[in-house]
Nanobody, 123 residues
Framework: QVRLVESGGGLVQPGDSLRLSCAAS????????VGWFRRSGSGREFIGSITWNGDGTYYADSVKGRFTISRDNAKNTMYLQMNSLKPEDTALYYC?????????????????WGQGTQVTVPS
């Protein structure tokens, strides 16, 4: 079993940057990828993902150029760097573990989820 814990959320102003962390523990050797999602009044949205072995990143069009996902294998931690934040980025942000290769944007392909961390960007 893989366990994930997010951190780093908070209240920021439009245009600010914020970096979220996702710490993985347990059977991390089983991971294919770790994805980031967010949930707001508009529903749950895929943001992007990174493969556990290698540097394969994949982003939703809505965040390309503003958000970057990275990984520190020594710390078993993934990061979501968010720049030029907008009020519409306000959401609860989750990381999720994907064990088996497949459509990385489909939340049904993820096997474990963190509890989420709230990001608020007031208008």
């Amino acid at each position: 079993q893989v366990r994930l814990v997010e951190s780093g959320g908070g209240l920021v102003q439009p245009g600010d940057s914020l970096r979220l962390s996702c710490a993985a523990s347990g059977r991390t050797h089983r991971l294919f990828a770790v994805g980031w999602f967010r949930r707001s009044g508009s529903g749950r949205e895929f943001i992007g993902s990174i493969t556990w072995n290698g540097d394969g990143t994949y982003y939703a069009d809505s965040v390309k150029g503003r958000f970057t996902i990275s990984r520190d294998n020594a710390k078993n931690t993934m990061y979501l760097q968010m720049n030029s934040l907008k009020p519409e980025d306000t959401a609860l942000y989750y990381c999720a573990a994907q064990i088996t290769a497949g459509d990385r944007s489909n939340r049904k392909n993820y096997n474990a989820w963190g509890q989420g961390t709230q990001v608020t960007v007031p208008s």
